[in-house]
């Protein structure tokens, strides 16, 4: 799984798409548990294409009609542990602020921060909700929330139903894309690529809007 996924970052490997390829050899019976690591991966290693490798196995899953029940739990089980620990780590993160010896560097990054966390403590849950659909910030979003002290078990909640929705869309694109996987990882990766641009043109314009309002409060 790993080599196919290396391979995949590499634009090298035994056929044009070593991920799909890997996945279509591999055993119904791991489908679940290769679905479910391919989410958690993704928490923890951002860059790592866990939504592709979640698209490939459910389109596998469907082209060779297995029972897509499994696969399809075995990946939202991932992505509800991948969102526990980074939100967990988060909340670490915090602490350690708190901690840090004051006037040294980490306290006065802590101090700094303030106004960004109370911004993303206001408005958390709705971040969180729609994390899961956008690729590679998931995880810094979930990473924000447990360090502005969004409460872990709504968070982790709203996490999961986000999770949850995610995954279905992923599971029903597959299916009605039919055999044509060429047509559907490249809407994917299309989607990968626009989304990101247009979530990090909104973090400027929310951090230019705090920046502003905390030290041109008048202008």
Avoid at 143 to 170: I, Y
Wanted: glycine share 10%.
């Amino acid at each position: 799984m790993f080599l196919a996924f290396f391979h995949f970052f590499q634009g090298s490997g035994p056929e044009p798409d070593p991920v799909l390829s890997w996945f279509r050899d591999s055993q119904e019976a791991f489908m679940p548990l290769y679905l479910g690591l391919a989410s958690l991966l993704e928490y923890l290693f951002p860059p790592f294409p866990g939504d592709l490798g979640l698209l490939a196995g459910a389109w596998v899953t469907q082209v060779k009609s297995w029972s897509p029940v499994l696969p399809f739990l075995g990946g939202w089980i991932g992505s509800v542990l991948g969102s526990a620990l980074t939100l967990y780590l988060g909340e670490k993160l915090e602490a350690w602020g708190k901690r840090a010896k004051e006037g040294g560097r980490i306290a006065r990054l802590h101090a700094k921060g303030a106004p960004f966390r109370k911004a993303i403590r206001k408005h958390g849950l709705l971040l969180v909700l729609v994390s899961r659909f956008i690729p590679i910030g998931r995880p810094l979003i979930l990473l924000a929330a447990g360090a502005s002290e969004v409460r872990f078990v709504p968070a982790l909640v709203v996490a999961s139903l986000s999770s949850l929705a995610w995954n279905f869309c992923l599971f029903s694109l597959a299916a009605f894309a039919g055999k044509n996987w060429e047509s559907l990882k490249n809407g994917m990766q299309l989607y990968s690529t626009i989304v990101p641009i247009l979530a990090l043109l909104l973090l400027l314009f929310l951090i230019r809007k705090i920046i502003a309002k905390k030290f041109f409060p008048h202008s």
